[in-house]
């Protein structure tokens, strides 16, 4: 058969599937619990019944079909069926509301809608009443009782077989154009209304070639990645899905992020994509464990991490280790990281990617130092995402690399980060307003972040423009970099720096609460409850300590005067955190209004 023009991932996934054909393709976890193989023959015998179904319903090039569901493979299916008749794909993320669906639904024009599970189909329900354009709803799962006017996956199968759409199908992919719409990704709208970016077909292309180019080596290995991010954010459906597909790559679903350090035992991958969280909660899980272990276990690991501090030159340059510090390595390798690699799932990890966030240096330096080589890129839904990465063989901690291929960036007025480059997007859907907003006059994308570029071309980021504190004395600050040198300590999960408009600084702190309760029971503080713990004067001394090691090198003006000790933790659940579990500000300020406000009393 002959190949198609590899200008859409429908026609990526074409060219992929005659060359793999019963190759693993993807895996998920069947009935028994246990992870099963979809080869890309099977997975295009799927995605062809979901296309023909929709030809079958009229579904036209440039119209609108919306995915409301989490990761799984059927996100794939309908992705690429959608993409593959000229529609447009419309993600809506699996934890919004109902009514953030219907807002996305008609903003966008939707009219269609895949729903994942029964309880994203409830939310479309809710609202179809007020979404009068919206055609049909299929539901992946089987609902369990009929529901009218709504298909389950298996129903729409089986009509998809029964349409002969294949020459219809070749030729809808034939006729996508690199500059048409793939797919419009809403952003979390923190500061409003979400917009809806607009995302080519080229801009998808583009950007995957890009990241190929950082390192075409490790691309061409033998690899498996485990998907774990939502692939309705560009960052997860970029770099852990269009890029492992085009490079013909395995990618096993984990099953939600609760459930991600069993599920990396069980894949093993050799590639992962992820948020800083990831590594934060890793790096500071084990160093709860080692701070109860007996004192001979403690003095190894210490000495292990001191071997892991020595050979940051060497991974993140790509040298090889000689000579005294060859063996001692290979020794601390021996007893120490090689069993804890294999304990996180992590033995066979060649490439770890991490995006959507700032990652701390300590944590980046923690995995690099044991051989894990953890690479900080930088993006933003706008740009597809990825503008900058950290080359395998020239890694800065606390920089997001060098610009990729045919990516031009410069530091415009107030030090923000500007982009120009194939993965730009088209503009936000039906807003040319906020889209002219964006744009500098001689067609950059203004990005929103702060940053600053050294001798080599990387790129470090020092803030965001819209998360500056200006204090009442006028002072503008950061609190990005304060906050992840506050995350440094082992006694604090999460952060958010308060003070705009303010005389100083304050902090409400989320503690490491296995790293906290260990503290406590060594020390002999007694507690009833957690708010008990947390009102301990030790407690409270014990923070203050920290508040001070980890923030000593910041000017007077940037120290933390007071802090307030928060009992639960942030999630996407509570609404603190994004998709891509970055802290909603505006979300923690009103929610938290009563402690910031005891904090300034009498300021």
């Known amino acids: 058969m002959e190949g198609f023009r590899e200008t859409s991932m429908g026609a990526i996934f074409q060219n992929r599937v005659q060359e793999l054909g019963d190759k693993a393709c993807?895996?998920?976890?069947?009935?028994?619990?246990?992870?099963?193989?979809?080869?890309?023959?099977?997975?295009?015998?799927?995605?062809?019944?979901?296309?023909?179904?929709?030809?079958?319903?009229?579904?036209?090039?440039?119209?609108?079909?919306?995915?409301?569901?989490?990761?799984?493979?059927?996100?794939?299916?309908?992705?690429?069926?959608?993409?593959?008749?000229?529609?447009?794909?419309?993600?809506?993320?699996?934890?919004?509301?109902?009514?953030?669906a219907r807002y996305i639904i008609l903003n966008s024009d939707a009219v269609m809608c895949f729903a994942g599970e029964r309880e994203h189909l409830d939310k479309i329900l809710e609202v179809r009443g007020d979404t009068p354009e919206l055609r049909e709803v299929v539901v992946f799962d089987d609902p369990g009782s009929p529901v009218d006017g709504v298909l389950d996956l298996r129903a729409v199968m089986e009509a998809g077989s029964g349409y002969d759409g294949r020459t219809e199908f070749d030729a809808r992919i034939r006729d996508i154009k690199p500059g048409d719409m793939a797919t419009i990704i809403y952003t979390s709208g923190t500061t409003g209304d979400p917009k809806g970016v607009m995302l080519s077909h080229d801009n998808f292309i583009?950007?995957?070639?890009?990241?190929?180019?950082?390192?075409?080596?490790?691309?061409?290995?033998?690899?498996?990645?485990?998907?774990?991010?939502?692939?309705?954010?560009?960052?997860?459906?970029?770099?852990?899905?269009?890029?492992?597909?085009?490079?013909?790559?395995?990618?096993?679903?984990?099953?939600?992020?609760?459930?991600?350090?069993?599920?990396?035992?069980?894949?093993?991958?050799?590639?992962?994509?992820?948020?800083?969280?990831l590594y934060e909660k890793i790096h500071a899980?084990?160093?709860?464990?080692?701070?109860?272990?007996?004192?001979?276990?403690?003095?190894?690991?210490?000495?292990?991490?001191?071997?892991?501090?020595?050979?940051?030159?060497?991974?993140?340059?790509?040298?090889?280790?000689?000579?005294?510090?060859?063996?001692?390595?290979?020794?601390?390798?021996?007893?120490?990281?090689?069993?804890?690699?294999?304990?996180?799932?992590?033995?066979?990890?060649?490439?770890?990617?991490?995006?959507?966030?700032?990652l701390s240096v300590s944590d980046a330096e923690f995995f690099l130092g044991m051989g894990i080589k953890v690479c900080e890129g930088f993006g933003l839904t706008e740009t597809t995402p990825v503008t900058h990465g950290n080359r395998p063989d020239h890694i800065k901690p606390g920089t997001v690399g060098p610009a990729l291929k045919d990516t031009l960036v410069k530091i415009g007025e107030g030090g923000e980060?500007?982009?120009?480059?194939?993965?730009?997007?088209?503009?936000?859907?039906?807003?040319?307003?906020?889209?002219?907003?964006?744009?500098?006059?001689?067609?950059?994308?203004?990005?929103?972040?702060?940053?600053?570029?050294?001798?080599?071309?990387?790129?470090?980021?020092?803030?965001?423009?819209?998360?500056?504190?200006?204090?009442?004395?006028?002072?503008?600050i950061s609190p990005q970099n304060i906050e992840n040198s506050l995350k440094a300590s082992a006694f604090i999960e999460q952060v958010a720096i308060i003070g705009d408009n303010r005389k100083y600084l304050s902090a409400l702190i989320v503690p490491t609460f296995d790293e906290l309760e260990s503290w406590a029971k060594s020390n002999g503080v007694s507690y009833g409850s957690r708010r008990e713990l947390l009102e301990h004067p030790e407690v409270k001394k014990l923070f203050e300590g920290e508040i001070r090691e980890h923030t000593q090198y910041f000017a007077r003006v940037e120290q933390i005067r007071k802090f307030s000790l928060l009992d639960t933790e942030w999630s996407q659940q509570t609404d603190e955190l994004t998709p891509t579990l970055k802290i909603k500000r505006r979300v923690i300020s009103t929610k938290y209004a009563r402690e910031i406000e005891s904090m300034y009393e009498g300021e």
């Not at 992870?35 to 929709?54: C, N």
């Not at 440039?62 to 447009?88: C, Q, T």
């Not at 995957?208 to 180019?213: A, G, H, K, L």
């Not at 020794?331 to 033995?347: E, P, R, T």
Request: proline share 5%.
């Open 285 to 358: 899980g084990i160093l709860a464990k080692v701070s109860q272990a007996p004192p001979v276990k403690k003095a190894l690991f210490n000495w292990a991490m001191s071997v892991a501090r020595k050979n940051l030159p060497y991974i993140c340059h790509d040298r090889p280790r000689k000579g005294l510090f060859a063996m001692q390595y290979a020794l601390a390798d021996k007893v120490i990281f090689s069993k804890l690699k294999a304990a996180l799932g992590m033995d066979r990890l060649r490439f770890a990617l991490s995006g959507g966030g700032p």
């Open 206 to 277: 583009s950007n995957v070639n890009q990241i190929y180019s950082v390192d075409p080596e490790l691309f061409k290995e033998e690899h498996t990645l485990l998907s774990f991010l939502p692939l309705s954010h560009s960052f997860e459906r970029t770099v852990g899905y269009y890029s492992a597909l085009n490079a013909g790559k395995k990618v096993c679903f984990a099953e939600d992020f609760s459930k991600i350090l069993q599920n990396l035992q069980e894949v093993r991958p050799t590639l992962i994509v992820s948020v800083p969280r």
């Open 26 to 100: 993807v895996a998920c976890k069947d009935a028994r619990g246990e992870y099963t193989d979809i080869s890309w023959r099977q997975m295009d015998e799927m995605v062809r019944k979901v296309a023909y179904y929709l030809l079958s319903k009229g579904i036209k090039p440039g119209e609108k079909v919306a995915l409301f569901s989490p990761n799984r493979y059927e996100w794939w299916v309908v992705d690429l069926a959608i993409l593959s008749v000229g529609a447009v794909n419309v993600p809506i993320y699996a934890t919004n509301s109902a009514q953030e």
């Open 417 to 476: 980060v500007l982009i120009k480059g194939p993965q730009v997007m088209m503009g936000y859907y039906k807003n040319e307003a906020a889209t002219k907003e964006v744009m500098t006059e001689d067609g950059y994308f203004r990005t929103g972040d702060i940053g600053e570029i050294d001798s080599d071309g990387y790129l470090k980021i020092t803030g965001r423009i819209k998360d500056i504190i200006v204090t009442s004395g006028g002072k503008n």
